[in-house]
């Protein structure tokens, strides 16, 4: 759509977007047998690309607010539109939509050596989608946002040393199906010294079979600013259970590791405002 940059409008509320994909409008090619020499073609149905939004975590209010609505499988419709604009911020063009919901999202792998500037990732599934010439210009002032790297993150689980966590995988919330989510398991990887209170939980939980909803676990990760003590936003963790720790592969001059595979059962998330 643009060599510029994107931004995303929900009504009147607009985010500045790292990035964006999507959104086409197609259809199948028909065949039809019929009397003449050749076969007859015509479109099928139109059908609707999903959009694909990269955006960081100082995203709109009204934005934010509908991925947590969906996490709490609450995910309304919304109407908007993917704008494309030029380097001097004029807006070429839009694609409009309608009803769309919230088809997945995805975190990106939290990592202490990293210094990528990692978005979330987020599907929509529109109903619709309209094409349209641009007008005005995006505002600058409105779209700021603080700079958030994939290494500036903090776990925390009632019990357990997460001090020495050095990385979580990239994980992938569903949209809500069934009036449900279906929130992904977890790998965490940690310094294999901050390992005893791990085996412990392991032990306890996956072998000796105290798996119950007491002996699951709760935490949360932070997002935090380069101060590494400002939180952004965070995740909730609910209903944790422990189902694997393995040693994590390495070389002879790196230091020992370990993953955790952690199951969970409810994630929110939450805007933390410095």
Known sequence: MS????????????TLLSGAAGG????????????????????GPVQYEDITVDVGFAMSDMLFDWIAAAWAGKDQP???ALLAAGYDLTIKAERQFKSAHIAATVVPALDATSKATSPLSVRLAPASIALASGA?????????????????????????????????????????????VAFPTLAVTLAATSAPTWNSWLQDFLIAGNSGDAAEKSGKISFLLPDLKTSLARIELRGLGIVGLETAPGGPSQVAKLTASLYCEQMSLHRDKP
Not at 3 to 14: K, S, V
Not at 24 to 43: M, N, R, S, T
């Open 24 to 43: 086409e409008i197609f259809a199948q090619v028909v065949e039809d047998a019929g009397a003449v020499p050749y076969i007859k073609k015509h479109p």
């Open 136 to 180: 005005g210009k995006l505002q600058l002032k409105a779209l700021k946002q603080p700079i958030w790297r994939a290494s500036n993150f903090k776990l925390e689980i009632d019990g357990l040393d997460c001090s020495k966590v050095m990385r979580i995988d990239s994980f992938t919330v569903p949209g809500v199906a069934g009036g449900k």
């Open 78 to 80: 919304k109407d908007g």
């Open 3 to 14: 060599n510029g940059c994107f931004a995303l409008r929900l009504d009147g509320d607009t």
